[in-house]
Every structure is written in C-alpha cells, then in structure tokens.
C-alpha cells in the first residue's frame, strides 16, 4: 500500500501546529488529525493566558530583574524533585529546554512577530529556602494576544503549507489503533465521527459515520494529557495528594480525555509518571460555561487570606500563588476538597485576574486602551462578572453576614465566626508596623519591592476588615483539573521509547502526551508559563527530527 503522507500527526493543538509547521518547512508532505471540529483548531493553548517562561529577557531587564540560566535551572530542578530511575529522559529534556527558554526562544519567537505585556508575572512563588520549589523571579511572559497570539504564527505558516499543498488537515477523524508495518509504526486506523457545528470547546458529538486508514512514514502523537476525563484523573491520583477530590471542575475541554496515550502505549510506547499531575486549587465554577463543569482558575496576587474548609488559615508558606501542589496537599488533608479567599474590594480590584484568553479581552484583543482601564484601580469587568453572576462569590459589607453565606454555600456550619474574625484580625495587627512576625504580610511587602507588582499586581497593605476597603468578599476554591505532567517516553528527538528504553521506529510524541518531553520534564512540580513552552520546544524538536527521518 503507498504512503498517504510522510508524516501523520494525531492532534491539532499548539504542539501539533509546531510539528507540522516544520515538517512542511522542510518540504515533507503532512495529514493532521484531529477528533474535534475545524472551530477547535489549536487545541488548549486557544484558551490560555499565552504565559511564556523565559530567562534572562529584555522585558525582565528592564524591570531590573536579574536572571540567568544558573538561577532558571536551580529554581527548575529544586522544583522538578526528580527521583525515579524513569526520570533520566525527562531530566535531560529539563537541561534541553532551559537551554532553549534562556537562548533561542524568544528570538525565534520574535522573529514570526510574536510580542509579550511588558510587565512580567510571578508565578509559583515558592517561599521555601533558595533550593526548593518556585520562581526566584519572576518569568511569566504573557503573549499580547494571549493564547490566540501564541497560536498566530504557526496557525499563518499552517495556510502557507496548504497553499503550497504539503499538509492536509482532517477534523472529525479520531484515531482509534497505530498500525504496524516491518516493525515499525506505518500508519493510523480510526472512526470519522459526524460532523459537528458546536462552538469552539464545548462538547462534540461521538457518533461515528464511517472508518479511515492511513499510511506514512512516521507518525507524531500531540493529543494532549487527561484533564477533561475526571474518571482517568481519580485512577491516577497519588496516595501523596490525598484522596481523590469528590468535586471538580475541568480547566480543559471534555475531548482532553487522554484516549491516544493508551492507543500509543499498545503500540509499543513507555507511559511514565502517571500520578504526577498539575491541578489547580483556586478554580472557581464559570458562570458562562462552554465545556462540561467549566472552570476557571484565579491568578491571585499575594494579599487574600487562604482559609480552608473550616476556616483554619492555611499555614506558611501555603499564600495565593506561592506553592499550588504544596496547597492541594494540604487541603486534601483536611478532608475537604475546597477552602476559601476572605478579601475585600480593594485587593480584588488590584490583585486578581483569571486565566484565559476570554477572560482577557484586553490582552487577547490587543487594546492597550483597555488595558489601561484596567490599570486605573476598578475592578476588572470579568472579575466584576464573577462577582455579579459566579456561583462561589459573596459580596458583603457585613461580617456576621458574610459568614453565614459562606456556611450557607458550603452545606454546612463549618466555620466559626468569632474564630475566623480572630485570624482576620490578628493578621490585620500585624500591618501596625513596617515589620512583624506573620510571614505573608512579610512576603506581600517583600512583593511589592518588584516594580511589576507594585504597580499592577498586588494592593498597597492594609486592614482586611477596614470598612473603607470594603466590601468584605469571600470566594470558595475548587479543585480544578488541568495538565499531565507525565506521558510517553521520548528520547531528545521526540522519538517514543518502549519498555528496553530502546525508540518505537516510527513513532513519536510532543507536548502534554508527551510529558512536555521525555514524559515528564517537570518533574513534580511546574514553574509556570512551562506548558506553552514544552508544547513549542517539543513540537519543534518532534517536527524538524521526523523530517529528518523521513527525508
């Protein structure tokens, strides 16, 4: 049988994209695949804040942050933890793509026109000793444009392809078996599902209308991890977070149910570091929901109180945006799958944003009109939203109030409201002088010595249960699915390694399938502003390897 293509891509999100983009650079002929309609073209990144890790930039520099691959790779592998005999692989592709985030990347990302918000985030804080987990600085590039201003670029290239007819996209088609040849993977068999007009993220339908083969000389797997499959999610939960939570909410789309990492691992792939995952514990249910139990996760600045189910604060260094596996560990623990911000008008108007393009519609739409409004002190639009219309939001000026929606919203009269008054007042105690003993009004003063938070990200401190702040907010945190940080094994060509260690001719793998690289180039922990960039840096490395192969 001839070859339909020299290459086969089963998946269309951003490292998909990549892949395919160099492949056709070089001349080689592609068919990419995905089980979603033509609208979802570009997968999860479409959806994302578009934050890039990178190091030691002209945007951290003229903020007056020193950075510098030495710094990058300390915070890296003093939050990776790697400790398996299985993390050889991803511990190489660690070294690999701090190279890239300190040298090539944003020039090569620069040069197709990409451009970054110049002022940039900290995220994952850490607030261990120099060694341990979290930023030292901060590295979070947001794209203008967000994750469709990431998705630009190759999404142009992708048309200049097709004009030059060296890549054909097929939507709809859902690969169910990798077919071999000569012992080597030749090719993919599937169902063709019916077509689907549902907007861009929300669910498809399954109905199938009939089968496909294919044939090729290698095929690249970017299908993604698991996050949209909550029964796959709870099966591979580790014993060292818990138990699996009873709610939760999706940070991805229903068709993220991690189906093709099985399919690949019955060819002959190495799946590793399954239990190592990355959820958010500040989701929050959205109001205006496009996929099944739609959530949306807060990017909070350091002044909220972090109060779990009972209304215990939770302990240091366990502050919003400090240490997020640190924080659901902890909160499993208590037995209770949510907890709590108590803040006030003041500090939401300055310190919290949420992640997502549509969420964004300054940065994703390129306004710095907008974006200055947002910088002159209200509350921003999406967030007065939530206020408005989300489910786990209560406003009120009233304290004893306050209190009693929270207990009435959670089911149950957990928290006690002289007890939790005291927690509030005692912190707001500690602002009476310009130091203290309570570590995260330490930290939140030691943020505010950053120009970029000082300015846009965190509130000048003050009393929380000041009436001149007011109103009083509380908001209930959901546990809220998003990335695998393990997946198939792969080599520093992408190539999938079978159980000797020894690559899968013909098949390999990029992005959240593949761990981001190596199955699992995180380790146990993430920076942040990492899963784009593993999705760009595997995608390219995965592309330009197979074309080699196959040339």
């Not at 366990?318 to 924080?327: A, K, M, Q, R, V």
């Not at 965190?458 to 929380?464: L, M």
């Amino acid at each position: 049988m001839g070859q339909d293509a020299d290459v086969i891509i089963v998946g269309a999100g951003l490292s998909g994209l990549v892949a395919a983009t160099e492949l056709t650079d070089a001349g080689r002929k592609v068919i990419l695949l995905d089980q979603e309609p033509e609208q979802s073209l570009g997968g999860q990144a479409f959806w994302s804040l578009g934050g890039l890790f990178m190091v030691d930039t002209p945007e951290q520099r003229r903020l007056r942050i020193r950075d510098s691959r030495e710094l990058a790779a300390q915070d890296w592998f003093g939050s990776a933890g790697f400790d398996r005999s299985e993390d050889d692989w991803p511990r190489r592709w660690a070294q690999a793509y701090l190279d890239f985030a300190s040298g090539e990347k944003r020039a090569w990302l620069h040069g197709m026109g990409m451009r970054w918000f110049p002022v940039v985030g900290w995220a994952e804080r850490g607030g261990y000793l120099a060694s341990g987990h979290g930023n030292s600085v901060p590295r979070f590039h947001v794209t203008w444009g967000t994750g469709p201003g990431v998705l630009e670029p190759f999404l142009r290239r992708l048309k200049e392809a097709q004009t030059r007819g060296l890549i054909e996209l097929r939507f709809r088609h859902r690969v169910t078996a990798l077919t071999r040849g000569a012992g080597a993977v030749d090719g993919v068999e599937g169902e063709i599902l019916e077509a689907s007009t549902v907007e861009r993220g929300a669910k498809s339908s399954r109905d199938v209308v009939g089968a496909f083969a294919l044939k090729a000389q290698a095929v690249i797997v970017t299908s993604g991890g698991i996050g949209g499959n909550h029964d796959l999610v709870r099966a591979s939960w580790p014993q060292r977070l818990g138990a699996p939570p009873r709610r939760l909410l999706s940070g991805v789309p229903d068709h993220v149910d991690g189906a093709m990492l099985a399919i690949a691992e019955a060819a002959g792939g190495r799946l590793i570091n399954g239990d190592r995952m990355w959820h958010y514990v500040e989701g929050i249910a959205n109001w205006a929901p496009i996929w099944p139990l739609h959530g949306i996760r807060i990017l909070p600045g350091p002044s909220s109180l972090w109060f779990d189910a009972r209304g215990n604060r939770l302990p240091v260094p366990l502050f919003p945006g400090f240490d997020t596996l640190g924080t659901l560990e902890h909160i499993m623990k208590t037995g209770y799958d949510y907890s709590w911000f108590v803040l006030n008008r003041s500090i939401i108007a300055k310190e919290f944003a949420l992640s997502g393009s549509e969420q964004n519609p300054d940065l994703t739409g390129k306004s710095w009109r907008q974006v200055l409004g947002r910088a002159g002190g209200g509350v921003p639009a999406p967030v007065q939203a939530f206020m408005d219309k989300g489910e786990d939001f209560i406003v009120e000026s009233d304290f004893s109030r306050l209190v009693a929606r929270m207990n009435a919203l959670a089911g149950e009269a957990l928290i006690d409201e002289a007890q939790l008054r005291a927690e509030i007042e005692a912190r707001d105690r500690a602002l009476d002088n310009p130091f203290g003993k309570d570590l995260q009004v330490t930290a939140l003063r030691g943020a505010r010595a950053y120009l970029g938070d000082r300015l846009i990200r965190t509130a000048k401190p003050h009393r929380i249960l000041d009436p001149a702040h007011g109103p009083l907010i509380a908001v209930r945190l959901n546990i809220l699915t998003r990335k695998s940080l393990g997946g198939l094994m792969t080599d520093l060509s992408s190539r999938v390694l079978d159980g000797t260690g020894e690559p899968v001719p013909g098949l390999y793998a990029a992005g959240e399938a593949a761990g981001f690289g190596g199955g699992g180039l995180h380790g146990y922990r993430a920076l942040e502003g990492t899963f784009l960039g593993g999705c760009l840096f595997s995608g390219r490395t995965a592309g330009r390897a197979a074309a080699k192969a196959v040339g």
